[in-house]
């Protein structure tokens, strides 16, 4: 098993920055991929960035260029640095963290989630 706790949320103005970080623990040899979903009110839960086992990322198109996903494996941390933040960020934000079952990645574990939200 895995645990995740993910935390820095918080009110800030549009354009401003906030950093999230996510504190994992356990069995952390079986993670493969870790990421940083989000869910706002009313809409599906979606994958904003992703850190892969080699180390590449990739991001959601609607936060290209603005939010940053790394680690910090002497600290078990990921971090998502979050700049020039729009109201349309509002939402919770979960880290998650993947295994690999027969090649496939699968989002087994999840943090408690915490709250961005960003005033016009």
């Known amino acids: 098993q895995v645990q995740l706790v993910d935390s820095g949320g918080g009110l800030v103005q549009a354009g401003g920055s906030l950093r999230l970080s996510c504190v994992y623990s356990?069995?952390?040899?079986?993670?493969?991929?870790m990421g940083w979903y989000r869910q706002a009110p009313g809409k599906q839960r979606e994958l904003v960035a992703r850190l892969i086992r080699g180390g590449s990322t990739n991001y959601a198109d609607s936060v290209k260029g603005r939010f940053t996903i790394s680690r910090d494996n002497a600290k078990n941390t990921v971090y998502l640095q979050m700049n020039s933040l729009k109201p349309e960020d509002t939402a919770v934000y979960y880290c998650a963290a993947s295994r690999l079952q027969r090649g496939v990645s699968i989002w087994d574990y999840w943090g408690q989630g915490t709250q961005v939200t960003v005033s016009s």
């Open positions: 356990g069995n952390i040899f079986s993670i493969n991929d």
